[in-house]
C-alpha cells in the first residue's frame, strides 16, 4: 500500500505549519484529557434518557464499538498482540516516515512507522455515531460530527495519517457504532419494552 500516492496531494493541502500553539492544540485534540468533559456530559444524558440500566447498558455498547474499532484498526498496523493476525495484508507508512513527498509538518515522530488504518478515526466516529444514535438529539449528532472531523484532522495534521487512512478508519468506526447499537438495541431497548 506504500505505493498508494492519490491522497497525497490533499494531505500536503490540509498539513501545513500552522507554529507552536497550533502543533500543541492538535495535540491536545488528538488526546484524550481534552475530552474528558465531553465523555462525562455523554454519560450524562445518556442516564438522564435511559436511567442507571440504560448506562450500564450503554457503557458496555460504546466498550464493544470501540473496542472493535480498535482491534480492526491495529490488524492493519502490525503492531503489538495483532501483529501476526494477518502478517500478509499491505500496510502503509505514515505520511512522516514517507519518503517523496514534497511538504510535510512534522510535530513529533513518537508514533509507530504504519498507519495504514487510523484508530483515532475509527474509535471517535465508532464514539460519535454511537452515542448520537442513542442520545438522539439534532444539536448533539452536530456537535459530535464537528468532534469526529476534528480529531480526524489533527491526524492530518500532526502526520500521522493520509486522508485514506482516515476514510479507511471512519468506515471501521461506522461498521463498529452499527455492532455497538445492536448489542444496545437486543439487550436494553427490546428488554425493557
Not at 465531553?38 to 464499538?65: H, Q
Not at 473496542?67 to 512522516?96: H, N, Q, W, Y
Not at 442513542?134 to 469526529?148: E, G, K, N, Q
Request: contains cysteine.
Amino acid at each position: 500500500m506504500d505505493s498508494i500516492t492519490w491522497d497525497w496531494p490533499l494531505f500536503e493541502a490540509l498539513n501545513f505549519d500552522g507554529g507552536e500553539v497550533m502543533d500543541v492544540a492538535m495535540e491536545a485534540v488528538s488526546g484524550v484529557a481534552m475530552w474528558i468533559p465531553l465523555y462525562i456530559a455523554i454519560l450524562y444524558m445518556v442516564w438522564r434518557k435511559y436511567s442507571w440500566r440504560g448506562l450500564g447498558m450503554f457503557i458496555l455498547a460504546v466498550a464493544l464499538a470501540m473496542g472493535l474499532a480498535d482491534f480492526i484498526s491495529a490488524i492493519f498496523k502490525l503492531t503489538g498482540p495483532l501483529e501476526a493476525v494477518l502478517p500478509e495484508l499491505p500496510v502503509r507508512r505514515r505520511p512522516m516516515f514517507t519518503e517523496g513527498i514534497a511538504s510535510m509538518h512534522v510535530p513529533s515522530f513518537d508514533h509507530g512507522i504504519y498507519g495504514t488504518v487510523s484508530s483515532h478515526a475509527a474509535t471517535i466516529v465508532a464514539l460519535a455515531l454511537l452515542s448520537s444514535m442513542v442520545i438522539r438529539r439534532r444539536w448533539f449528532t452536530l456537535v459530535m460530527t464537528l468532534v469526529a472531523l476534528l480529531i480526524c484532522y489533527s491526524r492530518i495534521y500532526l502526520a500521522c495519517h493520509f486522508p485514506q487512512d482516515i476514510i479507511i478508519g471512519a468506515v471501521a468506526g461506522a461498521l463498529s457504532a452499527g455492532v455497538g447499537m445492536l448489542f444496545f438495541e437486543y439487550i436494553f431497548l427490546r428488554r425493557t419494552k
